[in-house]
Each structure stands twice: as structure tokens, then as C-alpha cells.
């Protein structure tokens, strides 16, 4: 469950201060299946960058799973990311010289994982977005449609009850787009809370509530019917 | 994350990049080559020199004349005389008068060491006779035509004959030989085997070297070395009223000179590998810094998926310690053949010195830990956000 209550982000850039996030109050219950539209440098990656613990807020409060993160140090935040956050970023990022199979289990090895365990929960979480036979490939031998699948088992390995996802389809083709698409709506089914931040209309369209962002601040909120 | 996961992933990262880890690697396996050869290069030619100085003896103290009719000043006589009179320290001393020079026997010739002195001279080198006798005090007051000879001139000159009481023709003037001496190394030339001994007085002649520039003393005991050497470069001073006419050394003496000389020789090689670590360890951090900026996305990446600080921190530092620990293994490896490759040759004596490879091995250990600090930590202090931003 994720809370926010006047969460700003600031940069003081020369004179200017650039408000990315304004005073975001916000609350997305836990299993539900959020978009977050809105134009460019509206400040969506600011958002999920705050959501998924990367960030820390200028001021303002966020509470996940009722606990306070806004002060909490660099370790525990490394934590936090290790167990409750998966994300799924528009670039894949894929460490280039680990395989498929390595880059699936990277967060495990953070949370002191043994080897062995490891190899099945990452081949497990590659089965679930179909690319087992894909494994030992480098992401350079992979479509851009795969490496974002690959990205995906990763976010879920550690099973984490949160994935973020920032503009996931936003280096694909439509077709590639669709099968992500399944793929979160597949992962929301099986109990996931999923945001997704998209500029696509029609890919907001598929979750459950649609939030619009401007400038930093949300300007509308829906839930789609 | 565990040290052994940190371990292998810097196996990882470090083969998927061999040509460049290697080139990190030459400034800390040349410097550790280079000093474990140099040290083995210094000990070997100290050993060297230190085997045949211990030969001589550490009781045994050489006086040399210079200068000019020296012994109208100092004569065999009052020599003896000093020596009788400080019998406490001194327990013996021979002349030497030497000279090379051809030796006939029959049709057989060669050229040898002729030494005049007297029968103290088999006791201060412990070389007697094994056939026959020594010279005698009176052969030399007689100036006898005698000769003991070595090992080696007897298997030149006379094969299978016995020589005692054969004559052998030393320059111009006939000798008969009356004993010989007992072998010591092998009857191989140039050594104590390959000389001729005659009475001092007859040597004085046929070399026409009317001084006696040479003296062999023996203390009666190591510790009384020092005294005796004061007492002889006393009475030298008061013959020829200035220290400068002579010089009175000791085995012991030398191998302390030569002791402090190598000492200072490794004082400039330590210098020297310092030096040349500190360039490694600055080439390590070099490339450790173009590795952290080029891997900077990665890190966001690690930092994003849960890696704390000190993961990353970890991870560049065992990096670094396994360069620099592989670096030094391959310059234990190449400095070892090298020093093999010398004592093989012949240079100087094979001397492993397990403290200076362990010194040196440590030593850029340490270089991994200093120089890969600073790239380390500043990888670990990236900025998530802005690290997944990189291009
Ligand atoms: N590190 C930063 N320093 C200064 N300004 C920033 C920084 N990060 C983001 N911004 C600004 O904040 C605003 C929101 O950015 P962002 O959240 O990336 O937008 P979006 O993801 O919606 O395109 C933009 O105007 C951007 O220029
Ligand atoms: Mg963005």
C-alpha cells in the first residue's frame, strides 16, 4: 500500500527552482493496477523515482506499507528496494555482460540468496514471461520485446508486492508493447500492485485507475470502468 | 552479498576484459619482477663473494707494505720478534713472497702461484702436507732449493711418478721437491692446489723482489681479532712513522663492509620498488576510474535491484585486490624464472628470498587496497538516479 501526503520534489537550478512534484497527495491501495499519464517532463519519472525509494523527497511524507520513508537512510532504502520494489525501466537496463539468466538473479544475490536457490527462482521468474529458452543469451542477442521480458522477471524474482514500471513500452513496437502489456496485467492478476507510467492512451486504458499528471501535480484521477 | 559472491563477480568483470586487466596489471607484475630479481641479483653476488672470504678464515689478518724498500725498516726479524712478544693474541705469522712463474718437469710444463714463506704459513691456512714434509725455518735460513708442490702441479708434471726428491725447474734455477701438499679443492687451478711453496728467503731471489710486501697473521682466537690488529697497525705505525704505508685487513672486517654495502643496496631497491609500485598502483587507479565512469550504468542498475554501499564498494575493492594480487603472483612467477634463469647461467648463485617475495606480494596487495579505495568508493557513492541516466 502506498501513501503520500504533500510530497514535493524540488531542484534549484542557478536562481529557478523547477517544482518536478508539487505537493502529490496520493494513495494506491495494495493488488490495484494504476497508470500514470502525462507529457513529457511532467514529472512521472520524478514520481516513480520517489515511489520506488531511489529518491528521497524535498519535503512532504510517503508511507509504504504504513511505514515512513522519507528519512530513512541509504541502506535501509537499498533494502526496501531489494524486498518490496520491482522496476521495469523504458531502457530495459540489463547489465550488457551478464546473461539473461544472470540478470534475473541480480537482486537476489543482494538478498544473500544461496547460488543454488538463486538459478531456480530466476529460472522460474524467466518461465513466467516465457523466455526460458532464452537464458544464456547476452541481452545483445536479444529483441527489444525480450530484454524488457527479461527486465520483468527480474522485477519479480525477489516477488515483490510493488512493480513500478516507467514507460515500459516506450522503445517497443506496438506488438512487443501488447505482449508487456499481458504480461502486467497477467502479474496484476496474480496479486501484484502494478503502477505504469505511460504517455500511450491506449495502454493507461487497460489498468483498473488512471492518474493524470501536469507540471508536477495530478489534475485528474479516474477509475476506468 | 557474501565476499565470495563479491569475489566472483570481480573474476567475472576481470576475464570479460583480459587485454585491459593485464595492462592494468604490467605496472605491479614488472615492479614485482623486477625487485624480487634485483634483491635475489644482490643476495646471490654477496653469497658469492661472502663463501670465499669465509674460506679465508675470520681468524686470519693480512698486512700489506706499500711504498718502497720497505724493509729497510721492517726486517723478518723484528717482525718475528713483535710476534713472539704478543704471543696472547697473535698465534702465528708468515711472510709471503709470491710470484708466477713457469715450472718444468721432464718434457711436462705449466705455469703456476711460486709462494716463498716459512712453516708457519700450514698452520695460518690449515694446509699441511699429505706426502713428504713442509718447508723448515732452517730451509729458509739456508736458502735452500726446496719445493713443495700441489695436488695439481703433481698430476701436470708427474702423472703416476712420485715426486719426492724429483727436481722440477722453476724459471732458471733447479728445486727438489720434499713433500706435497694436501688437496683441498679438488685439484682444480687457480686454487690452494695450484701452487708451489718454497722458503721465503730463496723466493726473495728468483723473484728478484728483495721486499717482503705481504704478511699472513692468525689470532689466537676470533675475539682477539680486533686487539691483534690494533697491536700490528701499532708497531707498523711506529716502524714507518705514518699509518699509510700499510693496510691490515680481516676477513670478519670485510663481511661487515660487505655486510653494510648490501644493506644499502637494499635500502635503494626497496626505494627503487616503491617507487615503481606507486606508478602501478596510479596505473590501477587509473583504469579502476575509467572502469566505475563506464560502468556507471551498471551500478544504478545493481543499486536499483537492492545493492547497499558497501556491495558496490566491495565489489570495486576485491576487484582491485585481485589485479593487484594477480599482478603479483605473475611477477613472483616471472621474477623466480628470471633469478633461476641467472643461476642457471652462471651470473651469480640462485638465492630465493621468501621474505622479499612475501614483502612484495603484500606490498601490492597494499597498492590494491590504497588505489582502488578512492575508485571504489566513489562508485558506491553514485547516485542511483543519475547513474541509471548515463549513457
Ligand atoms: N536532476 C534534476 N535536476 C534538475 N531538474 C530535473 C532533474 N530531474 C528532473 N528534473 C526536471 O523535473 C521535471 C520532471 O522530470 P521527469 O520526472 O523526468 O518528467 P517525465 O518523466 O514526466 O518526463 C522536468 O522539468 C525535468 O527537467
Ligand atoms: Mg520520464
Given at each position: 500500500m502506498i501513501k503520500t501526503e504533500a510530497l514535493s520534489k524540488h531542484y534549484h537550478i542557478g536562481d529557478t527552482i523547477v517544482k518536478a512534484l508539487d505537493n502529490v497527495t496520493l494513495h494506491i491501495p495494495a493488488h490495484s493496477f494504476v497508470s500514470i499519464v502525462g507529457p513529457s517532463g511532467s514529472g512521472k519519472s520524478t514520481l516513480m523515482n520517489l515511489l520506488g525509494c531511489l529518491d528521497t523527497p524535498t519535503s512532504g511524507r510517503y508511507l509504504l506499507d504504513g511505514m515512513e520513508?522519507?528519512?530513512?537512510s541509504d541502506n535501509q532504502l537499498a533494502e526496501i528496494r531489494n524486498r518490496k520494489i520491482g522496476f521495469v525501466f523504458q531502457g530495459f537496463?540489463?547489465?550488457?555482460?551478464?546473461?539473461a539468466l544472470e540478470n534475473v538473479e541480480l537482486p537476489l544475490i543482494y538478498s544473500g540468496v544461496s547460488k543454488k536457490e538463486r538459478r531456480s527462482l530466476a529460472a522460474e521468474a524467466l518461465e513466467k514471461v516465457g523466455l526460458t529458452d532464452r537464458s544464456s543469451h547476452l541481452p545483445s542477442e536479444l529483441s527489444g520485446g525480450q530484454q524488457q521480458r527479461v527486465a520483468i522477471a527480474r522485477a519479480l524474482v525477489t516477488r515483490p508486492p510493488i512493480i513500478l514500471a516507467d514507460e515500459p513500452t516506450g522503445n517497443l513496437d506496438s506488438h512487443s508493447g501488447r505482449d508487456i502489456l499481458k504480461l502486467f496485467q497477467k502479474l496484476h492478476e496474480m496479486g501484484n500492485t502494478i503502477v505504469l507510467i505511460t504517455h500511450d492512451e491506449y495502454i493507461a486504458g487497460q489498468a483498473q485507475r488512471i492518474i493524470r499528471i501536469l507540471d508536477g501535480q495530478i489534475v485528474d484521477d479516474v477509475e476506468v470502468g | 552479498m557474501g565476499i565470495w559472491q563479491a569475489f566472483r563477480m570481480a573474476v567475472k568483470s576481470i576475464f570479460s576484459n583480459k587485454v585491459r586487466s593485464f595492462l592494468t596489471m604490467l605496472g605491479v607484475i614488472i615492479g614485482v619482477a623486477a625487485v624480487i630479481t634485483a634483491v635475489a641479483f644482490a643476495q646471490g653476488s654477496t653469497k658469492q663473494i661472502t663463501d670465499r672470504i669465509s674460506q679465508l678464515g675470520t681468524e686470519l689478518i693480512q698486512v700489506n707494505i706499500f711504498g718502497r724498500n720497505t724493509n729497510r725498516d721492517l726486517t723478518w726479524e723484528t717482525l718475528s720478534e713483535f710476534a713472539s712478544d704478543n704471543a696472547d693474541v697473535i698465534a702465528a705469522v708468515a711472510p709471503q713472497v709470491t710470484g708466477n712463474m713457469t715450472v718444468k718437469a721432464g718434457r711436462n710444463s705449466l705455469s703456476t702461484t711460486i709462494r716463498g714463506t716459512t712453516y708457519d704459513y700450514s698452520v695460518i691456512n690449515s694446509q699441511g702436507v699429505s706426502e713428504g714434509r713442509y718447508i723448515l725455518d732452517i730451509d729458509s735460513d739456508l736458502r735452500q732449493k726446496v719445493a713443495v708442490i700441489g695436488s695439481r702441479i703433481k698430476d701436470k708434471l708427474?702423472?703416476?711418478?712420485?715426486?719426492?726428491?724429483k727436481t722440477i725447474k722453476v724459471g732458471e734455477q733447479i728445486f727438489t721437491v720434499v713433500g706435497i701438499l694436501e688437496e683441498l679443492e679438488d685439484g682444480a687451478e687457480n686454487t690452494k692446489d695450484d701452487q708451489i711453496i718454497i722458503p721465503v728467503s730463496t723466493a726473495q731471489r728468483i723473484t728478484r723482489n728483495s721486499a717482503i710486501r705481504n704478511y699472513s697473521f692468525l689470532a689466537t682466537s676470533p675475539e682477539n681479532v680486533k686487539e691483534a690488529m690494533e697491536r700490528i697497525s701499532e708497531f707498523l705505525t711506529d716502524v714507518y712513522?705514518?699509518?699509510?704505508m700499510f693496510r691490515v685487513t680481516n676477513s670478519a672486517q670485510m663481511l661487515d663492509t660487505l655486510n653494510s654495502v648490501t644493506e644499502t643496496m637494499m635500502t635503494v631497491l626497496g626505494g627503487i620498488a616503491a617507487i615503481s609500485l606507486l606508478v602501478g598502483g596510479i596505473g590501477i587507479m587509473n583504469i579502476m576510474l575509467v572502469s566505475v565512469t563506464e560502468r556507471t550504468r551498471e551500478i544504478g542498475i545493481r543499486k536499483a535491484v537492492g545493492a547497499k554501499r558497501r556491495n558496490i564498494l566491495t565489489q570495486f575493492l576485491i576487484e582491485a585486490l585481485l589485479i593487484t594480487g594477480l599482478g603479483g603472483a605473475f611477477g613472483l612467477i616471472i621474477g623466480c624464472t628470471a633469478i633461476w634463469g641467472i643461476g642457471k647461467a652462471g651470473l651469480v648463485p640462485a638465492v630465493y628470498s621468501p621474505l622479499w617475495m612475501a614483502l612484495s606480494f603484500g606490498i601490492s596487495l597494499l597498492v590494491g587496497v590504497i588505489f582502488g579505495m578512492f575508485p571504489a568508493n566513489k562508485a558506491s557513492k553514485l547516485d542511483p538516479i543519475m547513474a541509471l541516466r548515463h549513457e
Open positions: 520513508v522519507s528519512n530513512m537496463n540489463l547489465v550488457p555482460k551478464l546473461t | 708427474f702423472e703416476n711418478e712420485n715426486p719426492i726428491g712513522g705514518n699509518e699509510n
